[in-house]
């Protein structure tokens, strides 16, 4: 709960030109106004618009929780979407980047919140440093008054059953208030899910699954039988005439 200056590390591992990321912060604001606070940054903290912010506080009126950087890039443009923060809980903010798909997620408490696509380099100016409890556009004038109890960075996005256990193990520690925990779910027979999926998906047309427990993969049908898409079963697609010329 003190008021902190900006802390600005050293972190020789960090994401470099558009390779994959993920950061994890849990904290708990302390006071929420007109200004944009900065929990970490790849960089310097000042008000120049080429850094990457993997997790930034809004206050209520503008952009809540978002990542990306600064001129609207990646999820840092949708602004006015999502859980409103409050003085009240801590949160579990998880940001994900993968290069393979220029895809970067933000999850709130586990859940998947905002998706954007984003092509911005760490700046070679961040000279393998994190900026961490910032203000928008003030730098160092200012400081951030939140409760920091965890920062998380890796090389690799991580995926959403990775981020829903992440959750999970640190609600119970920061006593978090929510009313249901992220758990997985069994898919439906005739549906699949992959590991890390946060949906469930139809076999395709020729495959089946009508195990009890949760698929990973739908299995092909046999020779001489096939199978309509989402199917639990496969019937055989021999004429029944030739079928019998064949007994």
């Known amino acids: 709960g003190k008021l902190r200056p900006i802390t600005t590390i050293a972190y020789n591992n960090l994401r470099l030109n558009t390779e994959s990321y993920t950061v994890v912060a849990v904290f708990k604001p302390n006071v ?3 200004d944009g606070r900065f929990v970490l940054s790849f960089g310097s903290a000042d008000n120049v618009c080429d ?3 993997p997790i930034v506080m809004y206050p209520t009126t503008h ?3 978002v990542g990306g950087g600064c001129g609207s890039v990646g999820t840092y443009s949708q602004y ?3 859980i409103i923060p409050t003085t009240e ?3 579990v ?3 994900t980047y993968d290069q393979l798909t220029s895809t970067e997620k933000m999850y709130v408490n586990g859940k998947l919140e905002k998706t954007a696509t984003m092509n911005r380099p760490t700046p070679i100016s961040s000279l393998n440093t994190v900026a961490i409890g910032w203000v928008k556009d003030d ?3 200012y400081t951030v008054d939140m409760d920091l109890g965890v920062i998380l960075m890796y090389n690799r996005s991580l995926s959403n059953y990775e981020t829903a256990e992440m959750y999970n193990f640190y609600k119970n520690r920061f006593d978090i208030e929510d009313s249901t925990s992220v758990e997985c779910s069994i898919c439906p027979k005739g549906s699949y899910a992959a590991a890390g ?3 469930c998906s139809l076999c395709p047309v020729n495959t089946y699954s009508r195990s009890s427990i949760s698929d990973t993969t739908c299995l092909s049908c046999p020779a001489g039988s096939v199978s309509n898409l989402g199917s639990s079963f496969c019937f055989s697609n021999i004429p029944f005439s030739e079928y019998v010329e064949n007994m």
């Open 32 to 34: 929420i106004n007109n």
């Open 51 to 53: 850094k990457i912010h």
């Open 63 to 65: 952009h809540r929780f």
């Open 80 to 82: 006015g979407t999502g």
């Open 89 to 91: 809980s801590y949160y």
């Open 93 to 95: 903010v998880t940001t």
């Open 139 to 141: 730098g160092a004038s």
């Open 197 to 199: 999926d946060g949906e």
